[in-house]
T-cell receptor, first 112, second 113 residues
Framework: TQLLEQSPQFLSIQEGENLTVYCNSS?????LQWYRQEPGEGPVLLVT?????EVKKLKRLTFQFGDARKDSSLHITAAQPGDTGLYLC????????????FGTGTRLKVLA | EAQVTQNPRYLITVTGKKLTVTCSQN?????MSWYRQDPGLGLRQIYY???????DKGDVPEGYKVSRKEKRNFPLILESPSPNQTSLYFC????????????FGPGTRLTVL
């Protein structure tokens, strides 16, 4: 069974601080996605990374896919209260079955 | 507006009483999926479908059924619900391409007494 471990589980920081969330697995994924979920809503896709070593930037958010396509990180620069939410990584199986494996999530709170 | 809709949004039922949660998407996506979300466990895939009449088990399919008779609809059926199926359920759809970007519905909070 493929597993994705996310760390940290909880993070409470002050506005303006930087942070990194990690998503690790012993399995290879064909692609990896990051979502953000607000209370009472479904997850919303932030980014998809497909190629090993790929780096994508979305304003203050930087996403990286590991060279071996087993891990990923999300770095937020100068966090703002609007970044508060649950961040989820999700890997797509390489077996061609399009099964999704989600990490357990990182709950981020940014204090003003 | 492109969206995934789920009904009902909230449901309280009793053990053993069959129920169906509907899911519909208007984006002509081939892929549809059901997840349950539980505290500390994240999202776990129940069933998915890569196209009409094609369904497959995810990681936690026990106690659930699905069908995909039309491209836009993917209902989740609980034939005999039990309290351990109390959870927040999400339906999602995506095109089948290299990016597989999933669009999620608003969720259905189910309580089984």
């Amino acid at each position: 069974t493929q597993l994705l471990e996310q760390s940290p589980q909880f993070l409470s920081i002050q506005e303006g601080e930087n942070l990194t969330v990690y998503c690790n697995s012993s399995s290879v994924f064909s692609s990896l996605q990051w979502y953000r979920q607000e209370p009472g809503e479904g997850p919303v896709l932030l980014v998809t990374v497909v190629t090993g070593g790929e780096v994508k930037k979305l304003k203050r958010l930087t996403f990286q896919f590991g060279d071996a396509r087993k891990d990923s990180s999300l770095h937020i620069t100068a966090a703002q209260p609007g970044d508060t939410g649950l961040y989820l990584c999700a890997g797509v199986s390489t077996s061609g079955t399009y099964k999704y494996i989600f990490g357990t999530g990182t709950r981020l709170k940014v204090l003003a | 507006e492109a969206q995934v809709t789920q009904n009902p949004r909230y449901l309280i039922t009793v053990t053993g009483k069959k129920l169906t949660v509907t899911c519909s998407q208007n984006m002509n996506h081939e892929y549809m999926s059901w997840y349950r979300q539980d505290p500390g466990l994240g999202l776990r895939q129940i069933y998915y479908s890569m196209n009409v009449e094609v369904t497959d088990k995810g990681d936690v399919p026990e106690g659930y059924k699905v069908s995909r008779k039309e491209k836009r609809n993917f209902p989740l059926i609980l034939e005999s619900p039990s309290p351990n199926q109390t959870s927040l359920y999400f339906c999602a759809s995506s095109p089948i391409d290299s990016y597989n970007e999933q669009f999620f519905g608003p969720g259905t909070r189910l309580t089984v007494l």
